[in-house]
């Protein structure tokens, strides 16, 4: 007789490891390649279209056996150690400012971390609240409440700037961040997805680009939006080439270029 852990039972909700976007197609075909170790499927309607669904960068080896319960960055996007917002006379709080003398709790009330007093100011008219950030500056908080309605507040006055998202938006907590000059606000989606903000825009809808331009060379991407006017990404895409044929141990073989892509003459795409 075979021993080991129930198996989940046929009426089981079974939450997938990975979900990958088909946006925009449909899915006319779906294969598994051994040898590459990805699945690959073929756009609905043009057979000789074949999409790679790799998760490399996911299953490498930075990827975590044992998901994660909590990450963090700084305000200039580096890795550090996730903290728990301070307990305050017993009352778990839920974030605390750049100084770490204030901290906001669940009802939306300011509180004295070093004496527990409460302080002036506080989320008004919103339900619970399950997540909040402080801008790095303090200028600006954003909260969102246990159904989901996320607001902007001057963290001075104590007046709402702007709703967000209305309430039932998201069943998911969100992962709230600021960029560090206060300018920017980010937001995670229960579906995975992340809408940024312009904070100093007096309707807060997320930030829409007015223009996009290449450099001299195609070097860089300039970016412009209502209120960052100039912005550059910097593009090097001989080295993504050189970063993604050694991702793959170099290029496709003719026999693998038959099989899918058999509508376009082969080349050596990685080089000798």
Not at 52 to 75: E, I, M, N, V
Not at 88 to 108: F, I, S
Not at 129 to 156: C, I, K, Q, Y
């Amino acid at each position: 007789m075979a021993h080991g852990p129930p198996g989940p039972a046929a009426d089981s909700v079974r939450t997938p490891l990975l979900t990958f976007p088909a946006a925009g197609s449909s899915v006319g075909g779906l294969r598994l390649d051994p040898a590459a170790g990805v699945p690959r499927h073929l756009e609905g309607g043009r057979t000789s279209t074949v999409h790679t669904l790799s998760p490399h960068g996911l299953l490498g080896s930075a990827w975590q056996r044992k998901p994660a319960a909590r990450a963090a960055f700084d305000s200039r996007g580096r890795p550090v150690m996730a903290h728990r917002p301070p307990v305050v006379h017993g009352e778990q709080t839920l974030v605390a400012d750049a100084t770490g003398r204030n901290a906001l709790t669940h009802e939306g009330g300011l509180v004295d971390v070093p004496t527990g007093r409460r302080r002036t100011g506080a989320v008004t008219g919103e339900d619970l609240l399950r997540a909040a950030v402080f801008s790095p500056v303090g200028r600006l908080l954003a909260a969102e409440d246990m159904n989901g309605r996320l607001t902007l507040w001057d963290a001075r006055t104590w007046r709402r700037l702007a709703v967000l998202r209305p309430t039932g938006a998201t069943v998911a907590e969100s992962a709230p961040t600021f960029s560090a000059d206060g300018s920017l606000f980010a937001a995670s989606t229960a579906d995975g997805f992340v809408q940024v903000w312009e904070t100093d825009r007096t309707r807060l809808f997320p930030a829409t680009v007015l223009a996009l331009g290449f450099t001299s060379g195609a070097r860089e991407l300039r970016i412009g939006s209502p209120h960052l006017a100039d912005r550059g990404v910097p593009l090097r895409p001989e080295t993504g080439a050189a970063e993604l044929c050694d991702r793959a141990g170099g290029g496709p073989t003719r026999a693998e270029w038959r099989r899918y892509l058999p509508s376009v003459p082969y080349r050596d795409t990685c080089g000798a």
